[in-house]
């Protein structure tokens, strides 16, 4: 079963960016991929034998979670300008 779901996901990343238009893959990108950059870069920065503080991974849960509520917040508008804006553009253009 754990491996049924391993390779559905593997899959469903793998082909959802060859299925989807350049805008909409952008935006999974940028908010799927801001937290965890944010993460490294602050992480770089604190010396190697230092443990992490429990802020900023309190903050990194709530960067993720903050960051994939937005996500569906943000993909309906870009989903709806990438299909129907199309058809508009399209229209006017033949009229």
């Given amino acids: 079963m754990v491996f049924t779901k391993l390779g559905l996901g593997l899959v ?3 082909t959802i960016p060859f299925m989807v238009s350049h805008n ?3 935006t999974i990108a940028n908010a799927f991929l ?3 950059l944010q993460f490294r870069i602050e992480r770089e920065k604190m ?3 230092l443990a992490i503080p429990t802020y ?3 903050s990194y849960i709530k960067d993720v979670v903050g960051s994939f509520l937005l996500f569906f917040v943000v993909i309906g508008p870009v989903v709806y300008q990438e299909f129907t804006g199309r058809k508009l553009q399209e229209q006017k253009l033949n009229e």
Wanted: net charge positive.
């Fill in 47 to 49: 010396k190697k034998d």
């Fill in 34 to 36: 801001r937290p965890h």
């Fill in 24 to 26: 909409i893959y952008m």
């Fill in 56 to 58: 900023m991974l309190d």
């Fill in 12 to 14: 469903a990343g793998m």
